[in-house]
């Protein structure tokens, strides 16, 4: 029901196929060629996946949600057509929202971890990002950027009420400008996932974007507004997720950080956990992995980044293990 496609390089000015790359979240990358002459089709190339995978094992469903306000928005859902009825698995929802930035639905050779223990994954495609085009991300930045956070708790909404997953065992990821995501949603709708994982997560915005000597603070104003603006600051403040931190029981939550960061600088998801900390009611989790030599994308080296997914895959699979909706042997 969704997928990408996409040419793919021909430096053959006289080449008789047209060559393009297909991919879905069910389906590796693969590469054809179609022959303009025949008009037939012939598979060339796709990535390889070790071990006893078989697509057929996985589905995936696309959805549309009505939000709030009447707008459709996108969802995309894949998992195990071998494991637990939707009603009874975990299910890890994704979203970003931000710069026109689209999350395709593609394939992830590391989500398939997360797959056969028995968890569905589902990317929210809301407003912010590009994927129904220009104007879905015009509809989700500066002053329209609190469409971007209530497409997310809606998404949300509905999954938990159409019983997509366990009632206690939905969960939220998001990264740097999807870390303010996550910052919001935990504020406005804390009672919705039983975790949440922040990566490198912009939750200081007023004070960030009141300094403009940091390296990108200028260059911002035309995604977030100029807080120097009255009218810009106060709706600024109004979402600014360390600014809003209340007193109440927030879910259990992983945040990370890079030391040597120049996006988010590290101090931001600190003083973030700090105040969580203070204010958060109840016993739940809350972490701060602060990596000692990484930046905004994460450590360098070959298999660094793999650690880090280990890392957050192992507090969801947790998690979800403890409450009870994986199949038994699926979990930590």
Same mark, same amino acid.
């Given at each position: 029901?969704?997928?990408?496609? +996409?040419?793919?390089?021909?430096?053959?000015?006289?080449?008789?196929?047209?060559?393009?790359?297909?991919?879905?979240?069910?389906?590796?990358?693969?590469?054809?060629?179609?022959?303009?002459?025949?008009?037939?089709?012939?598979?060339? %190339?796709?990535?390889?996946?070790?071990?006893?995978?078989?697509?057929?094992?996985? $589905?995936?469903?696309?959805?549309?949600?009505?939000?709030?306000?009447?707008?459709?928005?996108? /969802?995309?859902?894949?998992?195990?057509?071998?494991?637990?009825?939707?009603?009874? &698995?975990?299910?890890?929802?994704? =979203?970003? +929202?931000?710069?026109?930035?689209?999350?395709?639905?593609?394939?992830?050779?590391?989500?398939?971890?997360?797959?056969?223990? #028995?968890?569905?994954?589902?990317?929210?495609?809301?407003?912010? +990002? @590009?994927?129904? *085009? &220009?104007?879905?991300? $015009?509809? +989700?930045?500066?002053?329209?950027?609190?469409?971007?956070?209530?497409?997310?708790?809606? /998404?949300?909404?509905?999954?938990?009420?159409?019983?997509?997953?366990?009632?206690?065992?939905?969960?939220?990821? #998001? *990264?740097?400008? =999807?870390?303010?995501?996550? =910052?919001?949603?935990?504020?406005?709708?804390? $009672?919705?996932?039983?975790? /949440?994982?922040?990566?490198?997560?912009?939750?200081?915005?007023?004070?960030? !974007?009141?300094?403009?000597?940091?390296?990108?603070?200028?260059?911002?104003?035309? $995604? %977030?507004?100029?807080?120097?603006?009255?009218?810009?600051?106060?709706?600024?403040?109004?979402?600014?997720?360390?600014?809003?931190?209340?007193?109440?029981?927030?879910?259990?939550?992983?945040?990370?950080? #890079?030391?040597?960061?120049?996006?988010?600088?590290?101090?931001?998801?600190?003083?973030?956990?700090?105040?969580?900390? @203070?204010?958060?009611?109840?016993?739940?989790?809350?972490?701060?992995?602060? @990596? !000692?030599?990484?930046?905004?994308?994460?450590?360098?080296?070959?298999?660094?980044?793999?650690? @880090?997914?280990?890392?957050?895959?192992?507090?969801?699979?947790?998690?979800?293990?403890?409450?009870?909706?994986?199949?038994? =042997?699926?979990?930590?």
């Amino acid at each position: 029901p969704a997928w990408l496609t +996409g040419l793919r390089d021909n430096i053959m000015f006289d080449a008789p196929a047209l060559r393009f790359e297909y991919e879905s979240m069910t389906t590796p990358a693969t590469v054809f060629d179609y022959d303009l002459t025949t008009h037939e089709r012939t598979e060339v %190339w796709q990535d390889t996946v070790l071990g006893d995978f078989d697509p057929s094992n996985y $589905e995936m469903r696309q959805h549309h949600v009505t939000a709030r306000d009447g707008t459709r928005v996108p /969802v995309s859902i894949v998992a195990r057509r071998d494991r637990a009825p939707d009603h009874k &698995r975990p299910l890890l929802l994704y =979203g970003y +929202g931000a710069y026109g930035i689209t999350i395709d639905p593609n394939f992830s050779l590391t989500r398939l971890s997360l797959l056969d223990r #028995g968890f569905a994954m589902a990317i929210a495609h809301v407003r912010g +990002g @590009e994927y129904l *085009g &220009r104007e879905w991300y $015009e509809q +989700g930045r500066q002053r329209n950027k609190y469409n971007s956070f209530n497409d997310f708790i809606d /998404v949300a909404t509905w999954l938990r009420d159409q019983q997509l997953c366990a009632p206690d065992a939905l969960y939220a990821m #998001g *990264g740097s400008a =999807g870390g303010l995501l996550m =910052g919001v949603v935990i504020n406005d709708a804390p $009672e919705l996932f039983a975790g /949440v994982v922040a990566k490198v997560p912009f939750v200081d915005v007023v004070t960030t !974007m009141l300094d403009d000597q940091l390296p990108l603070t200028t260059g911002e104003y035309d $995604e %977030w507004g100029d807080p120097n603006n009255a009218d810009t600051y106060h709706f600024l403040l109004r979402y600014s997720p360390y600014d809003n931190i209340r007193e109440q029981r927030y879910p259990n939550l992983l945040i990370t950080a #890079g030391l040597h960061d120049s996006q988010v600088q590290y101090f931001e998801p600190a003083k973030w956990v700090a105040r969580l900390r @203070e204010r958060s009611t109840g016993d739940a989790l809350l972490m701060l992995k602060t @990596e !000692m030599d990484a930046g905004h994308s994460g450590a360098s080296g070959r298999f660094e980044s793999l650690h @880090e997914i280990a890392r957050e895959y192992a507090f969801l699979i947790g998690l979800a293990d403890e409450a009870g909706a994986l199949p038994p =042997g699926m979990g930590v």
